[in-house]
């Protein structure tokens, strides 16, 4: 699929299953991988980005198998159980597989080596490095350790009390799983509370953790309990199918067992400010985490502002907000975003230039945009930058144009939904 041909959307109806939550899932394997025994999981990401992670630590010595549809055991061997790998670990496009494992890399008594694809290797990494050489870590890279592929010789760790600069919930992962290793408490305090899945998973594994708002404090432990992880839907990947169902006239979706934690649901916030009928029915918990189902419909939208506290907690899905902007009434202004221009492509430069293409009118700024929409959007040819939110967003841009819209590169979409294309043509029925 490195061509994507979408023609326009007359109708959606039915019912939307996206997969598990990629943070979670990164997460769940890295825990159980550490934990004293047997972890099953359910409903793993079934992306490219999980299938790296997995893979280092089958290299360190781990077993996982599959037991069907998305659901595995993990053997875990407890937090000294991993083995030096032989070989270089390879995230792929997976941000955080690289930054999350060079936190728990730098506790390790042996050597390995980071590296991921041609935009890994350009994103920043001194956000990361930075901290964990403040509590003793020995890492190198090129550009002083800002670039992967990083050499980390692990060891010993000593327990600090880190500011985040921007909020970072990678970071801050990183942070807490080396302050599992590490001689004393490690204290995170971040500007604003990024996502906390490792803080909830850390913490139903039975690890002391302690949170006062958007601090958190993880005490050096002897081992994770083995649980079952039943992983919630991923929101980042249903804003694609939210957005769909607001845009398109004649739509109704329902989407299930989708991932509500308050730390992610920006998107949500933002898109009912403009008129959205969202519906969130059906609440639970599940895997410590809040989950419901989403029921959508078309609506008029019209055009809000993004900024401070809401940057965090919708960073992922500001590309398909965009792509809603375009189609609200008025100018949306999205600010403070400046961490949008460091992710798999630069989203900011991205998205302006390939709506600009599709006639919609959009002004760049160093930490955002201003999308002036309700014009239309008209289908072209256009690029994805070989990023997976950027190729879906434009593929749903592409429902509301009355010409076919053509993304070119595509295969980006497996890293983290490979099932977009068929559920896309599944409710366009
Ligand atoms: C993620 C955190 C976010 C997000 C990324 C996944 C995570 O990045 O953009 O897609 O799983 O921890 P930052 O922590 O860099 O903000």
């Known amino acids: 699929m490195d061509t994507l041909r979408i023609t326009k959307a007359k109708k959606l109806t039915g019912e939307v299953t996206v997969p598990g939550d990629k943070s979670i899932s990164h997460r769940a394997v890295m825990c159980g991988a550490l934990a004293s025994g047997d972890v099953s999981i359910t409903n793993l990401c079934s992306g490219d980005d999980t299938a790296r992670t997995v893979t280092m630590f089958q290299q360190m010595g781990i077993s996982i198998q599959a037991q069907g549809h998305h659901s595995f055991v993990i053997h875990g061997k407890g937090l000294h159980g991993l083995r030096e790998p032989d ?7 997976s941000g955080t597989t690289l930054r999350l494992m060079a936190g728990l890399l730098s506790a390790q008594p042996f050597f390995s080596v980071l590296s991921g694809d041609s935009s890994l290797r350009r994103r920043p990494m001194n956000r990361v490095v930075e901290p964990l050489r403040h509590m003793g870590a020995h890492i190198n890279g090129r550009d002083h350790g800002n670039f992967a592929p990083l050499a980390i010789q692990g060891g010993p760790l000593r327990g600090i009390a880190y500011h985040l600069p921007v909020a970072s919930a990678q970071v801050k992962s990183a942070l807490l799983f080396a302050g599992l290793y590490a001689d004393s408490q490690t204290t995170v305090i971040e500007p604003v509370l990024s996502r906390d899945h490792t803080e909830r998973m850390l913490s139903c594994m039975g690890v002391p953790i302690n949170i006062r708002g958007s601090e958190v404090t993880v005490q050096p432990c002897e081992h994770l309990e083995p649980c079952r992880l039943d992983i919630p839907g991923d929101i ?14 004649d739509a109704e979706l329902v989407l299930r067992a989708i991932g509500i934690n308050p730390t992610r649901t920006g998107c949500i916030d933002i898109l009912r400010a403009m008129g959205g009928q969202i519906d969130i029915f059906n609440e639970r918990i599940q895997c410590g985490e809040p989950v419901a189902d989403i029921a959508v419909r078309s609506s008029s939208l019209v ?8 940057i965090p907690r919708a960073i992922d899905e500001l590309p398909i907000i965009a792509v809603a902007a375009a189609m609200a009434a008025g100018t ?31 002004e760049a700024y160093d930490d955002g945009m201003a999308i002036t929409g309700g014009r239309g959007i008209r289908g072209t040819v256009c690029d994805s930058f ?26 980006c979409i497996q890293t983290s939904f490979p099932e977009f294309m068929g559920t896309l043509v599944r409710i366009k029925g």
């Open 386 to 411: 070989g990023d997976h939110r950027v190729a879906m967003s434009l593929a749903i841009a592409g429902l509301c144009a009355e010409e076919e819209m053509i993304i070119r590169d595509c295969s």
């Open 332 to 362: 949306t202004v999205i600010r403070n975003a400046r961490e949008l221009r460091v992710k798999e492509s630069d989203r900011i430069a991205a998205m302006t230039s390939e709506l600009k293409k599709c006639g919609v009118v959009v």
């Open 236 to 249: 980042s990947a249903a804003a694609f199918f939210i957005v769909a169902g607001l845009i398109v006239p």
């Open 87 to 93: 070989d270089l670990l390879y995230a792929g496009n």
């Open 303 to 310: 055009a809000t502002t993004i900024e401070g506290d809401l």
